[in-house]
């Protein structure tokens, strides 16, 4: 059974992955001036904060629920960040089917 890395090296060698790399770069390079700006102490923006707030989550909060869901937020991103490294790990090293150590059973097969 191939691991996603065999997937990725395909992509890489069709020339597939130039297209995300080339955008990726265009985005960070678009959004290299704020972050000069804000190492120099120029902008009042914080780190992080890109005033997207379609949804108004933050409308008509306080700044301790505010910051509250601030904090539930980076968490909530950095525990998805070591799911992901613990799938590319699991992937990498235990040479099963991507993302699981065993294939699940048929639904069909459970009995409830």
């Not at 090296?9 to 972050?35: K, N, R, Y």
């Amino acid at each position: 059974v191939p691991s996603s890395f065999v997937a990725h090296d395909i992509m890489v060698s069709q020339g597939s992955l130039v297209v995300m790399l080339s955008l990726v770069g265009l985005i960070e390079f678009c959004t290299g001036a704020v972050l000069v700006e804000v190492s120099k102490g120029e902008s009042d923006r914080e780190a992080g904060d890109f005033k997207f707030d379609p949804l108004n989550f933050l409308k008509g909060k306080s700044k301790e629920q505010i910051d509250t869901m601030k904090l539930k937020e980076l968490q909530n991103g950095r525990t998805a960040m070591l799911a992901f490294a613990g799938v590319v790990t699991q992937a990498g090293l235990g040479g099963t089917e991507f993302p699981y150590l065993v294939p699940y059973p048929n639904v069909a097969d459970v009995t409830w």
